[in-house]
C-alpha cells in the first residue's frame, strides 16, 4: 500500500473515532433529559428564520412589520447555507428588531422572480414597507451591518 493510502485511511479511522464519541455523548445527553449544549445553539440559531412560500404572504410582513430581511438561498447552495448563521447571529445581536424570514428559490420561483432575487444568497432589507438594502451573490457580513446601521439607527 502507498503512504497515502495510509494516511487516509488513519484519518478516516480517527473521523469514525471522533464521530461516535460525539454521538454518544450526545446519546447521554439525552438520556439524562439534557440536549447538548452545540445542538442548543444550533436550534436557537437556526430557527429564527420563518419561511415565506407565496407572494401574498410576502406583502402582508412587509406592509404589517416596521422592519423585515428576506433571505433568498437553496438548501443545495453551499456559500447561502454558510451566511445564513452569520446573518442570523449579525440581526440577533446588533438589530434585534428586525423580523427574518427566509424564502426558497427551489420551493417558490414565483415569490423570487416577484422580488428581482434571481442569484442566491439574496439578501432583502425592508423599513417602512420600502425595499432600503439589497445584497446579492458576494458581500461580507460587515457591508451587510455597515448597510443596515443608519436606517436602522433612524427608525429606532
Do not use: W
Not at 427566509?102 to 420561483?109: A, G, H, Q, V
Not at 446601521?149 to 433612524?154: A, D, G, N, Q, V
Request: with cysteine; proline share 4%; glycine share 2%.
Amino acid at each position: 500500500m502507498s503512504k497515502f493510502r495510509v494516511k487516509k485511511q488513519k484519518l478516516y479511522l480517527l473521523f469514525i473515532i471522533f464521530y461516535n464519541v460525539i454521538i454518544s455523548l450526545c446519546n447521554k445527553s439525552l438520556k439524562k433529559g439534557r440536549t447538548p449544549i452545540f445542538t442548543k445553539n444550533f436550534i436557537k440559531l437556526m430557527g429564527t428564520f420563518m419561511t415565506i412560500n407565496s407572494i401574498e404572504e410576502a406583502e402582508k410582513i412587509i406592509a404589517k412589520n416596521t422592519s423585515a430581511l428576506f433571505y433568498f438561498s437553496t438548501k443545495s447552495c453551499s456559500v447561502g447555507e454558510a451566511l445564513q448563521p452569520k446573518v442570523t447571529a449579525l440581526i440577533q445581536t446588533k438589530f434585534p428588531k428586525i423580523k427574518l424570514f427566509e424564502i426558497d428559490l427551489n420551493f417558490s420561483p414565483k415569490t423570487a422572480s416577484h422580488f428581482k432575487a434571481f442569484v442566491e444568497p439574496t439578501v432583502l432589507v425592508y423599513f417602512d414597507g420600502k425595499e432600503f438594502i439589497r445584497k446579492s451573490r458576494n458581500f461580507s457580513i460587515f457591508e451587510l451591518e455597515e448597510a443596515i446601521e443608519r436606517p436602522y439607527k433612524l427608525i429606532y
